[in-house]
């Protein structure tokens, strides 16, 4: 299965600022996902980001506020944008594989905005 | 957004013991899979299953897709502590047209030596 690195693993940011989060894959992989899992909650799907276009946001979830690139097809960001307390959370990346039905987990990043 | 419907909450059981946990949607999937999170980590896929009925093990651990496409269970067999952990299914609904994945709730796993 693929392997993911995550960056920055963990960061505490003031309010008002805004983090980017880079998910490294170390080969082609067919979809790249965000998600965000906040405290002791399951995982909820921010976005499908896609590959040379506007990443496709799930209900509740806006562009403005998280805005995603995927500039190939082993590398994407998730930007927070204008933090609050409120988006302390994990937030996770993943991928589906070529020619596989495995989903795979970065190690998340986990934020802190204080 | 969507969520699976997972039971139990949580587990605490002592070393040894068998475990059963399991998932129902209002929605048919045609991928069901469950995945492991250890803290500070993110979740590990343990057992992927495709086709209704499926019966699949990977070392102690078995899980089966439900004949009718909603549904799906996780059965560990004679615990050890590193079994400990959070446990979820994910399901990807038919005839969606997409590739996203649906979680469930969660099941948090304590297991007592």
């Known amino acids: 299965s693929a392997v993911i690195s995550q960056k920055p693993s963990r960061d505490i940011c003031q309010r008002g600022t805004s983090l980017t989060i880079q998910c490294q894959v170390d080969s082609q992989v067919t979809m790249m996902f965000w998600y965000r899992q906040q405290p002791g909650q399951s995982l909820t799907l921010i976005a499908t980001?896609?590959?040379?276009?506007?990443?496709?946001?799930e209900s509740g979830f806006v562009i403005d506020k998280f805005p995603i690139s995927r500039p190939n097809l082993t590398f994407s960001t998730l930007t927070v944008s204008n933090m609050s307390p409120e988006d302390s959370s994990i937030y996770l990346c993943?991928?589906?594989?070529?020619?596989?039905?495995?989903?795979?987990f970065g190690s998340g990043t986990r934020l802190t905005v204080v | 957004g969507q969520q699976l419907n997972q039971s139990p909450q949580s587990m605490f059981i002592q070393e040894g013991e068998d475990v059963s946990m399991n998932c129902t949607s209002s929605s048919i999937f045609n991928t069901w899979l469950w995945y492991k999170q250890d803290p500070g980590e993110g979740p590990v896929l343990l057992i992927a299953l495709y086709k209704a009925g499926e019966l699949t093990s990977n070392g102690r651990l078995t899980a089966q897709f439900g004949i009718t496409r909603k549904d799906s269970f996780l059965n560990i067999s004679a615990s050890i502590p590193s079994d400990v952990g959070i446990y979820f299914c994910a399901g990807r609904e038919l005839n969606t047209g997409f590739q996203k994945l649906v979680f469930g709730t969660g099941t948090r796993l304590l297991v007592s030596p």
């Open positions: 993943s991928v589906l594989g070529q020619g596989s039905y495995g989903y795979t």
């Open positions: 980001a896609n590959q040379g276009s506007e990443a496709t946001y």
